[in-house]
């Protein structure tokens, strides 16, 4: 019972990490249309943004999709590695995004940036939140592709057959 409850709990996670990224990519499109992005005044902040964000979208929105069709996947190795390395750049550049707005102009777009960089925020923490989640609560045969000791290896293994068998 743990593991399905822990699985939804992933599942909800991803989907919610999607939607806000989802929401924060558009938003940021709408911000590359700023006065002060094309006259360069905040180009480097929005840039950074603009080079990772679209393409841990795309991977989560996938997850989520994978997710939905096949109910395995979402707790194993790869997923703790892509949800801690999304998480940490999704909050930096978003960080960086906000942290750069302080001193904005103060033209129509502000609001725009504010969305874009609070939702990226919003889903490099739920990234980590689901990484914390997914190691914690990792499945006992999927610790054998985690690259354990051997001793351990062998342990896992045996622990393994002997639930296939129950």
Known sequence: MLNCSVRIVNLVLQFLTAVSEVVALVYLVMVLYAHCVLAGEFRSSVLMYVYF???????????????????????????IVFNLASGVLCTFTSLVLLLSMLDHCGNEYQYKFFIAGGFGLLAGILHLLNGVICN????????IYSKPSKRVRKRLHADWLRSLKN
């Open 136 to 143: 914690t609560y990792l499945p006992a045969e999927e610790w």
């Open 53 to 79: 964000l679209p393409g841990i979208t795309a991977e989560s929105v996938i997850f989520v999709l994978c997710r939905v069709c096949c109910f395995t996947v979402g707790l194993d190795p790869i997923a």
